[in-house]
């Protein structure tokens, strides 16, 4: 299985599938697949692995699962301030309402890997890795599940 990378200004991040426009594979056939954690992890050490919010647990699974492989924290500190969707907004409003949306009660220190189930834009991705770095985290890395470009 290959990694895929997309390098943003602000934070990188990892993924596990990329959407091929020509296949139509979505995200529901692949989070149901039965070895869908059998999966390559980014040669990297991290300190904590965070997941993402979600309404559904699937980010969360995952995040636990890295963290076991990778030998790193699990903590599921991230939260959302509000039930605002950021899907439908403009891209270049994106950031600025993805990180009215999320807070992290008390400190992190070190290397952290947020983990979620698909990114799009990365607006939400990049809001977090702000929140947490603002936490006190020294780096922020995202893996996805799905990179939906």
């Not at 954690?37 to 699974?61: G, N, Q, T, W």
């Amino acid at each position: 299985m290959k990694l895929y990378y997309s390098n943003r200004p602000e934070i990188k991040i990892w993924a596990i599938n990329k959407r091929d426009r020509s296949k139509k594979k979505d995200l529901h056939s692949l989070k149901s697949k039965r070895n869908h954690f059998d999966f390559v992890l980014p040669e990297e050490k991290y300190d904590f692995v965070i997941p993402m919010p979600s309404s559904c647990p699937f980010a969360s699974r995952l995040a636990k699962r890295v963290a076991k492989r990778l030998g790193a924290k699990f903590c599921s500190g991230l939260k959302k301030k509000t039930s605002k969707k950021i899907c439908g907004v403009p891209i270049e409003k994106r950031k600025s309402a993805a990180i009215e949306n999320f807070k992290f009660s008390g400190s992190i220190r070190g290397k952290v890997l947020i983990v979620d189930d698909i990114s799009t834009t990365g607006s939400s991705m990049m809001a977090a890795s702000s929140v947490l770095k603002h936490a006190g985290a020294e780096e922020t890395v995202g893996f996805v599940w799905f990179l939906n470009k």
